[in-house]
């Protein structure tokens, strides 16, 4: 069977054919075929489920030029367990004939893309023009991507920019397949009851295919009392890897005195020596370390692909009950790529048990590779002229950093107890909780952020009146502020919590601050608008334009689909879609 490389039968595939003219000849035929073949390479190359795993890739063993080539095409990709097909046509083919019957043997809503060269000589722009245009009178989205590569020899290979868009485009495939079937853990209520934040079970399954198990908390709070559900040997190992290593010489139970103090402990610019861990102190951060280990062991039970947890209101904070520790810690570890285990998979965990923004990390997870998403309250938002009146008020010279785009558009101070990837973690300290606010005490990781770390910032919302999931992002980096200045910025939101300084490249902060539909936001690496778009439009979700952007960045999106352009636009379209699903 034409696999390329090893099958693993618990990874999604993808699939990829030829379609072709009968008549050609057959050097023209062999061209076909090796485009077919080195485009299931370069899919296989490069993609990769978040726990590093590539996903099957399949390409028919035959060309597809007739009903009967597409039939038994079909019965063999069929047979490989294909959930998703690349159609990478070289020359004209008969649609009907090939691509058309060889599609109607899967399910409607299985993704498609068309893809090829821009080439003359047998032309398969036209080929491909005439079949997305089939599928978008049909109703159905097949994606599009005509590209360049040499027009002759029999193993063109596609131009970088073009292998790129096929990388992104197969992403977004990949995450569409890879997501059906998988599960996400709510555990409790939402985010302190804010309706922005709603486990939204059937719309998280209708358009991401994910389903959701909802848990009560009581069931963790009686293991941690019972101290069962995990291995007390691995949480020796855990606690020793959290005081000796990651943490060593930066566990702060005075919380509150190193706040008072004004010590500049997240920049580095004041050393300060810890106090010695107490039994109680011991006993809190034991706590919330088999915390960890319950609900990793949990989610692993249940094979769930993230999680939500609520540490306040019941659990950590309502003194009607007894307050336990929180959980800032132990989401703070999942959503990181390391723990005392060593390299480890992300798992994408949200604060405040808040779905919809959980539903935006697993998305950002899968599309990116399983790179970390930070987790973030939209706290302040600084725009320029406020940064120079604190700036003049702490008598910092930012003369020199007027050209820097913080400067020039503002930033966002991203601080947030909980779900903080310690990938993003300059220096990281842990805290101990402030016993007003959370008296159930615990301990929460704080660092400010290295600047430099770029991707996209955004997050999904849901709305009862388009009954769609819209996302509301744009590309961001981290970055940095005069010392002084930063650790004023961090005092005057929350410094026993993390930082991160982000600037949108295209958004002033005074737009941002309007934009974002909830209290909490998030960005991840190795994502690009792009690949979104695609991802977006197999899963009918809105992206909102920002007043500020033109509607096409060349470079930046995905040219409109043509299902779109025949329907009213991206919007009216997926209206319309959503009908259907």
């Not at 008969?94 to 993704?111: E, I, M, N, Q, Y």
Request: charged letters at 25%.
């Amino acid at each position: 069977m034409p696999f390329i490389g090893k099958r693993n039968p618990d990874n999604p595939t993808l699939g990829v054919f030829v379609p072709c003219d009968p008549r050609i000849d057959e050097t023209s035929r062999t061209r076909a075929f090796n485009i077919g073949r080195m485009t299931a390479r370069l899919l296989a190359r490069h993609l990769r489920l978040p726990d590093g795993a590539a996903p099957n890739v399949f390409y028919c063993s035959r060309l597809v030029d007739s009903e009967s080539t597409a039939d038994s095409g079909a019965r063999e990709m069929k047979e490989a367990g294909v959930a998703g097909l690349f159609i990478v046509p070289d020359t004209w083919f008969f649609p009907g004939k090939s691509a058309l019957a060889l599609t109607a043997h899967f399910p409607v809503d299985t993704p498609l893309a068309c893809v090829g060269g821009n080439n003359a000589p047998k032309p398969g722009v036209v080929g491909i023009d005439a079949l997305v245009g089939a599928y978008a009178q049909t109703g159905r989205l097949c994606q599009m991507i005509i590209g360049n590569m040499p027009e002759t020899g029999l193993e063109p290979e596609f131009d970088q920019q073009t292998a790129e868009q096929i990388v992104d485009l197969g992403y977004a495939m990949l995450a569409r397949v890879a997501l059906r079937g998988k599960r996400y853990v709510a555990i409790d209520t939402d985010s302190m009851q804010m309706e922005t934040a709603l486990n939204h079970v059937h719309a998280a399954r209708k358009f991401f295919g994910l389903e959701s198990t909802r848990e009560s908390m009581k069931l963790f709070a009686d293991m941690l009392h019972k101290k069962g559900g995990y291995d007390p040997e691995e949480l020796k190992a855990l606690r020793d890897w959290v005081v000796n290593v990651k943490f060593k010489n930066r566990i702060f139970t005075n919380t509150e005195e190193i706040i008072n103090s004004r010590k500049n402990l997240l920049t580095g610019l004041d050393r300060v020596k810890p106090p010695s861990l107490t039994a109680e102190d011991k006993k809190k951060l034991d706590e919330g370390l088999a915390l960890y280990l319950i609900i990793r062991n949990y989610l692993r039970d249940v094979k769930a692909v993230g999680g939500g947890w609520t540490s306040q209101l019941a659990w950590g904070s309502d003194r009607r009950g007894i307050p336990l520790t929180t959980a800032d810690i132990a989401e703070s570890l999942f959503n990181s790529t390391e723990d005392h285990t060593g390299k480890k998979p992300v798992i994408p965990f949200a604060t405040e048990n808040d779905i919809q923004a959980l539903l935006t990390m697993i998305c950002y997870c899968y599309l990116s590779g399983g790179q970390p998403t930070l987790f973030m309250d939209f706290r302040k938002v600084y725009e320029p002229r406020e940064i120079r009146k604190k700036a003049r008020e702490l008598e910092v010279d930012l003369a020199s950093f007027e050209n820097e785009g913080w400067m020039q558009r503002g930033f966002v101070d991203g601080n947030n107890s909980g779900s903080a990837s310690l990938d993003y973690a300059g220096e990281a300290f842990l805290f101990k909780a402030i016993e007003y606010y959370f008296p159930g005490l615990g301990f929460s990781v704080s660092y400010l952020s290295p600047a430099g770390i770029r991707g996209l910032a955004g997050r999904l919302a849901y709305s009862d009146l388009s009954g769609l999931f819209t996302m509301v992002q744009g590309e961001a980096e981290s970055v940095s502020l005069p010392p002084l200045l930063a650790e004023e910025v961090c005092r005057a939101s929350d410094y026993s919590w993390p930082h991160t300084f982000v600037t949108y490249d295209h958004l002033p902060a005074s737009l941002v601050k309007m934009g974002m539909p909830a209290n909490h936001f998030h960005m991840v690496t190795g994502l690009n608008r792009r690949r979104w778009q695609y991802f977006s439009d197999y899963a009918c979700v809105l992206n909102y334009r920002w007043e500020n952007l033109p509607e096409y960045q060349e470079g930046l999106d995905r040219p409109l689909p043509m299902l779109y352009r025949l329907n009213g636009g991206e919007t009216q379209a997926k209206l319309l879609q959503a009908r259907r699903m």
